[in-house]
């Protein structure tokens, strides 16, 4: 089967591009023209340049392929509202353009935890738990998602949806960037006492389940919350920190002030025009607990996630004394 993955030369999409190939896929990579080839090079596929607000370079891109894997994104804590619709919304839509055009047969949509929200509830969160979308990137997710199950229902495409919280793991360019330097540079304190529980996913674990998404057809119109282990943020700085071979901080904070702190960092970089270290939503990931359910992926797909909170931390750690630069 051949496959199309946007954002491939990613964090997740090159970890599933190297899954599909292992898997014996045709594969294809939309990437733009700037974009690093690290993680693809020497690998037997094809790269194509393209944008998705492009819908010519979309065209050229869906020719011939049976399956669509949409994982690129403008992913942050930091951006215009403008800027996080444009790609992730209206990109989505020109894809699902294409795809129609190009008459896919199936499509399988990254999407994010941050469509829930952050709740007042402790209990793990499933895919039909009500939706109060996060800021700019959340709601992106969310209205892409809409958009996908219209167009699953109006052109009798399969569609599907796997949503993921916090993600790192080797090639991770977000969470790892920030939590290890604020370590090893002592930057780093605990919100409260450290005992938020966190769902978290190694970016690999999260590649092999778009691909269970993609081969089952149980996945027609469903949303898959997808997670790899949860620990409290007092073990996952404990474990960076032994893997860093440094002491993990002593220092800690109640919520209100990470929280004036951010508010602060924020300000600051309107004048600064360089994004924040602490931004509110940082604070709010670190600061809440978090939950996801992930039985309806294990039951329909028979996805197991295959790392644990030491084995995903120490290969980061790893990944990250020798790939800093990037």
């Known amino acids: 089967m051949k496959a199309l993955v946007t954002g491939g030369t990613g964090f997740i999409g090159s970890h599933l591009v190297d899954h599909l190939l292992t898997e014996g896929y045709d594969v294809r990579v939309l990437k733009r023209p700037e974009?690093?080839?690290?993680y693809?090079?020497?690998k037997h596929l094809e790269a194509m340049d393209g944008d998705l607000l492009d819908p010519?370079?979309?065209q050229k891109a869906c020719q011939d392929v049976e399956a669509v894997f949409h994982v690129a994104a403008y992913a942050s804590d930091w951006g215009s509202r403008q800027k996080f619709l444009a790609t992730n919304l209206q990109g989505t839509q020109n894809l699902l353009d294409a795809c129609l055009h190009k008459k896919i047969s199936s499509i399988v949509f990254m999407s994010s935890a941050a469509v829930y929200g952050f709740t007042?509830?402790?209990a793990p969160i499933t895919e039909d738990a009500p939706k109060h979308p996060t800021p700019k990137y959340g709601e992106s997710k969310d209205r892409a998602e809409r958009l996908l199950w219209q167009f699953g229902k109006d052109h009798d495409?399969?569609?599907s949806a796997v949503r993921s919280a916090l993600v790192t793991g080797p090639r991770d360019r977000i969470t790892a960037p920030f939590l290890i330097p604020a370590l090893q540079h002592r930057r780093l304190f605990t919100i409260g006492d450290g005992q938020q529980t966190l769902s978290i996913s190694?970016?690999?674990d999260v590649a092999a389940c778009l691909f269970l998404a993609a081969e089952t057809h149980k996945s027609n119109g469903q949303a898959y919350n997808v997670k790899s282990f949860d620990c409290t943020v007092r073990q996952l700085i404990d474990t960076a920190s032994a893997?860093?071979?440094i002491p993990p901080p002593a220092k800690h904070r109640s919520y209100a002030y990470a929280y004036t702190l951010a508010c602060l960092?924020?300000?600051?970089?309107l004048f600064s025009r360089r994004e924040p270290l602490l931004t509110r939503h940082k604070v709010k990931v670190l600061g809440h607990t978090r939950i996801l359910d992930t039985h309806k992926a294990e039951q329909d797909l028979g996805y197991r996630p295959r790392f644990g909170c030491t084995h995903t931390i120490t290969d980061t750690v790893a990944w990250m004394a020798t790939h800093h630069k990037h």
């Open 265 to 269: 960092a924020e300000t600051m970089s």
């Open 35 to 38: 974009s690093p080839m690290d």
């Open 202 to 204: 190694d970016g690999r």
């Open 157 to 159: 495409i399969r569609v």
């Open 243 to 245: 893997a860093l071979h």
């Open 120 to 122: 007042a509830t402790s």
């Open 40 to 42: 693809l090079t020497g």
């Open 56 to 58: 010519a370079s979309l």
